[in-house]
Every structure is written in C-alpha cells, then in structure tokens.
C-alpha cells in the first residue's frame, strides 16, 4: 500500500461488508471526514486477527505445503480506482514435473489470494463464509483473481482452510453499490441511512437527483 494512501480515499474489503449489510450513512460520515472511524486498538478480537497473522500464514503453509508471497499488498480496480484490496498475501502454486518445481508466473489464473481469519472457537467454516462473503468477494473482484483461500483459527484448539471462488453475480451487485455510494461520498450527498444490498440487481439508480448509469461489467 502507497505510505500515504489514506482509507478514507477509497473501499476496501471491511468497508464493503458494511455495505452489503447497509451500514450506508454511518460509512458515509467516515469517508467525508464527518466523523472518525472506531478505534479498534482496544478491540481484542482485532487486535488478536493482527498479531497472529504471521502465525496464520505459517500454519498455512506447513498444513497446505503451498507457498505464501507478496504479503500485505494493495490491488486497485482498473475501472473504479477508488476500490481497494488489502490483501494477506498471494499463494503461487508449485507444479512438479521431475525433480525442480516450476513456480506459476504472477497474473497467472492460478495464483490464488489468502485472507487469514481468528474467530471464537464457537464459529465455524460457514459462518465465516457468511459473515465475510462481501469482503472476499470484493477481494476477487479488485484483483481479479477467481479464488481465495481462508486460513481460519477457531479459538486456539482448532484450524481450517477454506477455499472461496469468485460469484458474478454477486460482484455486479457489489460493484454497483460501490459506484453508488462513492458516488454520495464524491458529491458529499448523504446516503440513506440504509440501503437493502437487493436492490442492486438493476443497471442503474438515482440519489433522488442524479441519474446513475452503472457500466456493466464485461
């Protein structure tokens, strides 16, 4: 990530979730400078998912045997360069064929993206998958990439690796969400306090005033 990128210029992967849940106004005040995010500093269960990162991404590779590089890097769409993906780090797949491995080159559909997650040991893999579908979805949208796996902590007793692929359908909808609400944050029009994530089936929308044309995704 650029040293001076601040996340109030764009939507990441956290900001999306809020989104698709319809947390539209609040996110809106943050983006404007209206208000200040939450300090998480003091959030254990936030603090714990930092701290434990290096460690996740370890475990993943000795459970998996796949390789993790480019760790911490941010994506920007090509289209919406508003839209950003901070992700854990990328996994190049191994193919061997005699005794060197052959490395799979950057930008190949066969790198996959990694998200570590620490949850309470009372989750599990489903709810994750609920609980996070937005931000992995935006995640394979920004990049580009088809899948991402999940390396998951359930407490301290219990760990599991997920595999998520990109939905189509569901980006659109993202996608047209975002264009949407970047759209309120640029012209520093407040959003309704909520926004039902079913509506952005359509091509286009209206803040009451302006016409919106969504460009579809091709």
Same mark, same amino acid.
């Given at each position: 990530?650029?040293?001076?990128? /601040?996340?109030?210029? @764009?939507?990441?992967?956290?900001?999306?979730?809020?989104?698709?849940?319809? /947390?539209?106004?609040?996110?809106?005040?943050?983006?404007?400078?209206?208000?200040? @995010?939450?300090?998480?500093? /003091?959030?254990?269960?936030?603090?714990?998912?930092?701290?434990?990162?290096?460690?996740?991404?370890?475990?993943?590779?000795?459970?998996?045997?796949?390789?993790?590089?480019?760790?911490?890097?941010?994506?920007?769409?090509?289209?919406?360069?508003?839209?950003?993906?901070?992700?854990?780090?990328?996994?190049?797949?191994?193919?061997?064929? @005699?005794?060197?491995?052959?490395?799979?080159?950057?930008?190949?559909? /066969?790198?996959?993206?990694?998200?570590? *997650?620490?949850?309470?040991?009372?989750?599990?893999?489903?709810?994750?998958?609920?609980?996070?579908?937005?931000?992995?979805?935006?995640?394979?949208?920004?990049?580009?990439?088809?899948?991402?796996?999940?390396?998951? #902590? #359930?407490?301290?007793?219990?760990?599991?690796?997920?595999?998520?692929?990109?939905?189509?359908?569901?980006?659109?909808?993202?996608?047209?969400?975002?264009?949407?609400?970047?759209?309120?944050?640029? *012209?520093?029009?407040?959003?309704?306090?909520?926004?039902?994530?079913?509506?952005?089936?359509?091509?286009? #929308?209206?803040? @009451?005033?302006?016409?919106?044309?969504?460009?579809?995704?091709?």
């Amino acid at each position: 990530m650029k040293k001076d990128f /601040d996340r109030k210029q @764009g939507i990441g992967g956290s900001d999306a979730t809020r989104l698709y849940k319809g /947390d539209w106004y609040e996110l809106w005040q943050e983006k404007t400078g209206e208000t200040e @995010g939450a300090d998480l500093s /003091d959030v254990l269960p936030v603090q714990m998912g930092i701290h434990t990162e290096d460690f996740n991404i370890r475990w993943f590779e000795k459970q998996t045997g796949m390789k993790v590089d480019g760790k911490q890097e941010t994506f920007f769409h090509n289209k919406y360069p508003y839209m950003y993906a901070h992700v854990d780090g990328l996994i190049y797949p191994e193919h061997y064929g @005699g005794d060197e491995p052959t490395i799979i080159n950057k930008g190949s559909e /066969d790198v996959t993206l990694l998200e570590c *997650k620490h949850t309470n040991a009372f989750s599990n893999p489903k709810k994750v998958a609920d609980n996070y579908k937005a931000q992995l979805q935006h995640y394979l949208m920004v990049t580009g990439y088809p899948k991402i796996y999940v390396s998951m #902590f #359930f407490g301290n007793m219990k760990y599991e690796v997920m595999e998520v692929t990109e939905d189509k359908e569901f980006q659109d909808q993202l996608e047209n969400a975002e264009v949407l609400f970047w759209h309120f944050v640029e *012209k520093k029009k407040a959003p309704p306090d909520y926004i039902a994530f079913d509506n952005f089936n359509s091509k286009e #929308f209206s803040d @009451g005033e302006t016409i919106i044309p969504i460009i579809p995704r091709k």
